[in-house]
C-alpha cells in the first residue's frame, strides 16, 4: 500500500517568511511524528499525534513551530517567521497503534530559509 | 544515555554477507531489539525487529545471543544501494513516542 508522502519535497524560502509542511501518513495509521534533521545530524522529535489525545508538544523548539492533525488524517506543520537556522529536512512518519513501536518515515521536505 | 553500543564504520564488499553487530547489555526482559537504516538523502526505514528469537524478513536476518546482550544485523548479499548508516535500539512492546537514534553505523558497501 501507500507509505507515508510529504509535500513539498523542496522548499526555499526567506528569512521571516512562513511555510507550511504536509504529510500524508499511512491509511489507519493512528499515530503520527514529526521530526527535524540538521544536516549531518540525528533526528530531533518536535511533536507527536495519536488518535485524538492531545498532543506531545515537548520537542517544538519554539512558538514558532506548530502544528496540526485532522482527525487521524494529514497533518501541517507550520514555522512562522522562518529563521536561517530553521533549514533542515523535516521528517514525518506514522505507526499503527499496534505495534506503534514501528515508525514508517516519509521522504521527508527539505527546508532552505536564505 | 545510549542504550546500545555500535561500532562507528565498516565497509562491506558487494555481494558478501555485511554483520552489523550492537550490544545492549542492559537491556531490560520486555524490551524489543529494532533496527533502522537511513540511506543519504532519505527519511529512516525500518528494517526488522525481534525479541529473543532469530528473526527474517525480505530485508534482513536479525540473531539475538542467547543471554540478549548483542544483536547481529546481517544483510545476505550486500548491494551499493545498502550503503547507509544502520541504527540499533530498544523500544518496549506497544511504546509510542519518539524514536531517539544514537550514531549508529556507518556502512559502506563497495564495489
Known amino acids: 500500500g501507500a507509505g507515508v508522502s510529504q509535500s513539498p519535497s523542496n522548499k526555499v524560502t526567506e528569512k521571516g517568511k512562513d511555510v507550511e509542511l504536509r504529510c500524508d501518513p499511512i491509511s489507519g495509521h493512528t499515530a503520527l511524528y514529526w521530526y527535524r534533521q540538521r544536516l549531518g545530524q540525528g533526528l530531533e522529535f518536535l511533536i507527536y499525534?495519536?488518535?485524538?489525545?492531545?498532543?506531545?508538544k515537548s520537542g517544538l523548539p519554539s512558538d514558532r513551530f506548530s502544528a496540526e492533525r485532522t482527525g487521524e488524517s494529514v497533518s501541517t506543520l507550520t514555522i512562522q517567521r522562518t529563521q536561517q537556522e530553521d533549514s533542515a529536512v523535516y521528517l514525518c512518519a506514522s505507526s499503527s497503534f499496534f505495534g506503534g513501536e514501528t515508525q514508517y518515515f516519509g521522504p521527508g521536505t527539505r527546508l532552505l530559509v536564505l | 544515555d545510549a542504550k546500545t553500543t555500535q561500532p562507528t564504520s565498516m565497509d562491506c564488499a558487494e555481494g558478501r554477507a555485511a554483520n552489523l553487530p550492537c550490544n545492549h547489555s542492559t537491556i531490560s526482559g520486555n524490551e524489543y531489539v529494532y533496527w533502522y537504516r537511513q540511506i543519504h538523502s532519505q527519511g529512516p526505514q525500518y528494517i526488522i525487529h525481534?525479541?529473543?528469537n532469530n528473526e527474517t524478513n525480505e530485508m534482513a536476518s536479525l540473531i539475538i545471543t542467547e543471554d540478549r546482550k548483542s544483536s547481529t544485523l546481517i544483510l545476505p548479499h550486500a548491494t551499493l544501494r545498502d550503503t547507509a548508516v544502520y541504527y540499533c535500539i530498544l523500544l518496549y512492546r506497544g511504546s509510542q513516542g519518539n524514536l531517539i537514534f544514537g550514531k549508529g553505523t556507518k556502512l559502506s558497501v563497495k564495489p
Open positions: 499525534f495519536q488518535g485524538n489525545s492531545a498532543p506531545d
Open positions: 525481534g525479541l529473543k
